[in-house]
Protein backbone atom coordinates (compact mmCIF):
# COMPACT_ATOMS: atom_id res chain seq x y z
CA UNK A 1 0.00 0.00 0.00
CA UNK A 2 1.42 3.96 -0.25
CA UNK A 3 3.15 5.25 2.27
CA UNK A 4 1.32 8.53 2.13
CA UNK A 5 -2.51 8.33 1.16
CA UNK A 6 -5.09 10.61 0.10
CA UNK A 7 -8.70 10.57 -1.09
CA UNK A 8 -8.61 9.72 -5.08
CA UNK A 9 -11.40 12.50 -5.36
CA UNK A 10 -13.04 15.22 -4.08
CA UNK A 11 -15.11 17.84 -5.55
CA UNK A 12 -16.76 21.35 -4.61
CA UNK A 13 -18.85 23.83 -6.15
CA UNK A 14 -17.42 27.62 -6.91
CA UNK A 15 -17.46 29.69 -3.48
CA UNK A 16 -17.16 26.48 -1.32
CA UNK A 17 -14.38 25.26 0.79
CA UNK A 18 -12.77 22.08 0.16
CA UNK A 19 -9.96 20.12 2.37
CA UNK A 20 -7.89 17.40 1.43
CA UNK A 21 -6.81 15.02 3.63
CA UNK A 22 -2.85 13.39 3.24
CA UNK A 23 -2.55 10.61 5.66
CA UNK A 24 0.79 8.97 7.09
CA UNK A 25 3.26 7.62 9.77
CA UNK A 26 5.11 8.86 12.40
CA UNK A 27 8.28 7.74 10.25
CA UNK A 28 6.81 10.60 7.52
CA UNK A 29 3.90 13.34 8.53
CA UNK A 30 4.85 12.41 11.95
CA UNK A 31 8.68 13.48 11.87
CA UNK A 32 9.03 15.41 9.39
CA UNK A 33 7.33 18.63 7.06
CA UNK A 34 4.76 18.34 4.37
CA UNK A 35 4.57 20.24 1.06
CA UNK A 36 1.45 20.01 -1.41
CA UNK A 37 1.77 20.21 -5.35
CA UNK A 38 -0.69 21.11 -8.14
CA UNK A 39 -0.79 19.69 -11.34
CA UNK A 40 -2.96 20.92 -14.23
CA UNK A 41 -3.65 18.60 -16.92
CA UNK A 42 -0.84 18.23 -19.27
CA UNK A 43 1.28 20.91 -17.22
CA UNK A 44 4.51 19.80 -14.48
CA UNK A 45 3.38 20.19 -11.09
CA UNK A 46 3.50 23.62 -9.43
CA UNK A 47 4.44 23.87 -5.50
CA UNK A 48 1.52 25.38 -3.65
CA UNK A 49 2.12 24.83 0.06
CA UNK A 50 5.54 24.12 2.02
CA UNK A 51 6.44 23.56 5.24
CA UNK A 52 3.14 22.23 6.22
CA UNK A 53 1.33 25.80 5.79
CA UNK A 54 3.65 28.04 4.11
CA UNK A 55 3.03 29.89 0.36
CA UNK A 56 5.19 30.41 -2.38
CA UNK A 57 4.81 33.50 -3.29
CA UNK A 58 2.14 34.13 -6.54
CA UNK A 59 -0.09 31.48 -4.67
CA UNK A 60 -3.09 32.70 -3.73
CA UNK A 61 -3.97 33.31 0.35
CA UNK A 62 -7.68 31.06 -0.76
CA UNK A 63 -4.97 27.82 -0.18
CA UNK A 64 -3.83 26.87 3.06
CA UNK A 65 -1.96 23.66 4.86
CA UNK A 66 -2.10 22.01 8.18
CA UNK A 67 -0.70 19.03 10.08
CA UNK A 68 -1.33 17.40 13.31
CA UNK A 69 0.43 14.16 14.06
CA UNK A 70 0.51 11.64 11.10
CA UNK A 71 -1.99 13.56 8.83
CA UNK A 72 -1.58 16.95 6.77
CA UNK A 73 -4.36 18.70 5.23
CA UNK A 74 -4.57 21.22 2.15
CA UNK A 75 -7.77 23.40 2.42
CA UNK A 76 -9.07 25.82 -0.90
CA UNK A 77 -11.40 28.26 0.01
CA UNK A 78 -13.36 30.42 -2.34
CA UNK A 79 -13.45 27.87 -4.80
CA UNK A 80 -12.67 28.66 -8.56
CA UNK A 81 -13.01 26.88 -11.43
CA UNK A 82 -9.36 27.32 -11.93
CA UNK A 83 -8.40 25.26 -9.26
CA UNK A 84 -9.73 22.44 -11.00
CA UNK A 85 -6.59 20.17 -10.67
CA UNK A 86 -4.60 17.09 -9.37
CA UNK A 87 -3.12 17.58 -5.88
CA UNK A 88 -0.12 15.90 -4.38
CA UNK A 89 1.42 15.75 -0.83
CA UNK A 90 4.96 14.71 -0.35
CA UNK A 91 6.99 14.37 2.41
CA UNK A 92 10.51 12.45 3.56
CA UNK A 93 10.16 9.10 5.31
CA UNK A 94 12.85 8.61 8.05
CA UNK A 95 12.82 4.74 7.47
CA UNK A 96 12.57 4.34 4.15
CA UNK A 97 14.54 7.12 3.49
CA UNK A 98 13.06 9.07 0.51
CA UNK A 99 10.56 11.50 -0.89
CA UNK A 100 6.93 9.84 -1.14
CA UNK A 101 4.28 11.38 -2.20
CA UNK A 102 0.77 10.39 -1.85
CA UNK A 103 -1.24 8.91 -4.52
CA UNK A 104 -2.80 12.50 -5.51
CA UNK A 105 -6.57 13.52 -5.37
CA UNK A 106 -8.57 15.17 -8.21
CA UNK A 107 -10.49 17.95 -7.46
CA UNK A 108 -13.66 18.54 -9.71
CA UNK A 109 -15.22 22.07 -9.29
CA UNK A 110 -18.90 21.16 -10.04
CA UNK B 1 13.71 34.63 -13.79
CA UNK B 2 14.12 31.05 -13.02
CA UNK B 3 14.10 28.87 -15.57
CA UNK B 4 14.49 24.68 -16.30
CA UNK B 5 14.43 23.52 -19.68
CA UNK B 6 14.53 19.25 -20.16
CA UNK B 7 15.32 17.80 -23.55
CA UNK B 8 13.14 16.12 -25.72
CA UNK B 9 10.82 12.80 -25.45
CA UNK B 10 12.61 9.90 -26.40
CA UNK B 11 11.78 6.67 -27.15
CA UNK B 12 13.47 3.51 -26.43
CA UNK B 13 13.75 -0.63 -26.65
CA UNK B 14 14.03 -2.29 -23.58
CA UNK B 15 17.32 -2.97 -22.53
CA UNK B 16 18.47 0.62 -23.38
CA UNK B 17 19.59 3.37 -21.70
CA UNK B 18 17.67 7.10 -21.81
CA UNK B 19 19.93 10.34 -20.46
CA UNK B 20 17.88 13.02 -20.08
CA UNK B 21 19.09 16.37 -19.15
CA UNK B 22 17.90 19.40 -17.17
CA UNK B 23 19.44 22.92 -17.98
CA UNK B 24 19.10 25.87 -15.46
CA UNK B 25 19.31 29.33 -15.67
CA UNK B 26 18.20 32.53 -13.61
CA UNK B 27 19.74 31.23 -10.86
CA UNK B 28 23.06 30.24 -9.06
CA UNK B 29 23.20 26.56 -9.94
CA UNK B 30 25.45 25.57 -7.35
CA UNK B 31 23.00 27.40 -4.09
CA UNK B 32 20.34 24.11 -4.91
CA UNK B 33 19.83 20.49 -5.35
CA UNK B 34 18.64 18.70 -8.19
CA UNK B 35 15.66 15.80 -7.91
CA UNK B 36 14.43 13.82 -10.27
CA UNK B 37 10.94 12.32 -9.93
CA UNK B 38 9.23 10.11 -12.62
CA UNK B 39 5.15 10.25 -13.13
CA UNK B 40 3.95 7.33 -15.09
CA UNK B 41 0.51 7.89 -17.17
CA UNK B 42 -1.98 8.52 -15.02
CA UNK B 43 0.11 7.48 -12.16
CA UNK B 44 1.15 9.36 -9.48
CA UNK B 45 5.09 11.13 -8.77
CA UNK B 46 7.67 8.66 -7.79
CA UNK B 47 11.27 10.24 -6.30
CA UNK B 48 14.51 8.93 -7.70
CA UNK B 49 17.19 10.68 -6.27
CA UNK B 50 19.20 13.88 -6.11
CA UNK B 51 22.39 15.27 -6.86
CA UNK B 52 24.17 17.93 -5.09
CA UNK B 53 25.19 20.46 -6.97
CA UNK B 54 27.84 21.99 -5.36
CA UNK B 55 30.04 18.78 -5.07
CA UNK B 56 28.15 15.98 -7.56
CA UNK B 57 27.24 13.87 -4.37
CA UNK B 58 24.45 12.03 -4.99
CA UNK B 59 21.61 9.67 -2.98
CA UNK B 60 19.44 7.31 -4.88
CA UNK B 61 16.30 6.04 -4.22
CA UNK B 62 16.78 2.23 -3.02
CA UNK B 63 14.27 1.74 -5.86
CA UNK B 64 17.07 2.82 -9.04
CA UNK B 65 20.07 2.56 -6.98
CA UNK B 66 21.29 -0.26 -9.37
CA UNK B 67 20.27 1.29 -12.66
CA UNK B 68 20.25 5.32 -12.18
CA UNK B 69 23.38 7.70 -12.95
CA UNK B 70 22.99 11.49 -12.12
CA UNK B 71 25.49 13.98 -12.82
CA UNK B 72 26.16 17.94 -13.22
CA UNK B 73 27.99 20.07 -15.23
CA UNK B 74 28.51 23.09 -13.07
CA UNK B 75 30.18 25.31 -16.12
CA UNK B 76 26.90 24.50 -18.49
CA UNK B 77 24.10 24.59 -15.06
CA UNK B 78 22.70 21.55 -16.20
CA UNK B 79 22.49 18.19 -14.58
CA UNK B 80 21.68 14.67 -15.96
CA UNK B 81 20.04 11.51 -15.34
CA UNK B 82 20.44 8.50 -16.79
CA UNK B 83 18.70 5.78 -16.32
CA UNK B 84 19.70 2.00 -17.86
CA UNK B 85 18.38 -1.56 -18.55
CA UNK B 86 14.66 0.08 -19.46
CA UNK B 87 11.69 -1.75 -19.39
CA UNK B 88 7.83 -0.94 -19.78
CA UNK B 89 7.17 -0.43 -16.68
CA UNK B 90 9.89 2.44 -17.38
CA UNK B 91 7.66 4.56 -19.32
CA UNK B 92 7.38 7.62 -17.71
CA UNK B 93 7.27 11.31 -18.14
CA UNK B 94 11.09 12.27 -16.07
CA UNK B 95 10.87 15.47 -14.08
CA UNK B 96 14.07 17.43 -12.61
CA UNK B 97 13.61 19.61 -10.17
CA UNK B 98 15.17 22.68 -8.36
CA UNK B 99 15.52 21.80 -4.44
CA UNK B 100 16.38 24.65 -1.66
CA UNK B 101 19.18 22.70 -0.09
CA UNK B 102 18.85 20.92 3.60
CA UNK B 103 14.93 20.43 2.31
CA UNK B 104 13.25 18.69 0.26
CA UNK B 105 11.09 21.33 -1.28
CA UNK B 106 10.54 21.64 -4.76
CA UNK B 107 9.99 25.21 -6.08
CA UNK B 108 10.66 24.84 -9.83
CA UNK B 109 10.14 22.36 -12.05
CA UNK B 110 11.22 21.10 -15.60
CA UNK B 111 8.36 20.50 -18.38
CA UNK B 112 9.70 16.97 -18.08
CA UNK B 113 9.65 14.67 -21.55
CA UNK B 114 7.67 11.27 -21.98
CA UNK B 115 10.26 8.18 -21.88
CA UNK B 116 8.63 5.22 -24.28
CA UNK B 117 9.98 2.13 -23.49
CA UNK B 118 8.68 0.06 -26.43
CA UNK B 119 9.95 -2.67 -28.55
Known amino acids: QSVVTQPPSASGTPGQRVTISCSGSRSNIGSNTVNWYQQLPGTAPRLLIYTNNQRPSGVPDRFSGSKSGTSASLAISGLQAEDEADYYCAVWDDRLKGVFFGGGTKLAVL | QVQIVQSGAEVKTPGASVKVSCKTSGYTFTDYAIHWVRQAPGQSFEWMGWINAVNGDTRYSQNFQDRVTMTRDTSASTAYMELSSLRSEDTAVYYC????????????WGQGPLVTVSS
Open chain 2, 97 to 108: ARNIRGTFIFDF
